[in-house]
């Protein structure tokens, strides 16, 4: 696929591919085939109604794989984009809450990096960063406010 490449293109030295929702994780899987492309998987905030005891057993197989790097994207993400504010529906935010923090637990334990997506949502996660994640282990801080 290298050969493919034109101009600039050329420089490409590699890239971490991210599945964030239940849909994308076997897309985002096969990239892992190419030269280059590392992974990393998760469950991004906005998809936090995919979590299931599946995707959890889907993202626990991933992890194993050679070339994946870290866990995620995942997160709190608070903001509304229809009311261009706060979200305010308590059972989202609770539900984006033990999500993130069932992945950090597991990313933990399994002592890889973690990227992080906190938009609107400062508060509640460094709260539960402070609770669920060792100060030893990465963290790269992909989307935040």
């Known amino acids: 696929w290298r050969a493919s490449l034109q101009g600039d293109e050329r420089g490409f030295e590699g890239c971490v591919n ?12 096969s990239f892992l085939r190419h030269d280059g492309v590392h992974g990393a998987f998760g469950i991004h905030p906005l998809n936090a109604e995919d979590w ?3 995707v959890e057993e889907k993202l626990l ?7 994946v790097v870290a866990w995620g994207e995942c997160g709190l993400d608070y ?11 308590a059972r989202l935010r609770d539900l984006q809450r033990r999500v993130f923090a069932r992945q950090m637990d597991l990313a933990a334990s399994m002592g890889l990096p973690l ?6 949502a400062e508060e509640d996660t ?7 994640w ?3 282990l990465p963290v790269h801080a992909h989307c935040f406010t």
């Open 126 to 132: 460094l709260e539960l960063m402070t609770r669920h």
């Open 61 to 67: 197989g991933l992890m194993t794989k050679d070339k």
């Open 79 to 89: 903001y509304h984009k229809e009311e261009r504010g706060q979200l305010k529906d």
């Open 134 to 136: 060792p100060r030893n």
């Open 18 to 29: 991210i599945g964030c929702s239940a849909a994308s994780l076997d897309a985002a899987a």
């Open 52 to 54: 299931s005891e599946d």
């Open 115 to 120: 990227v992080v997506h906190t938009r609107k």
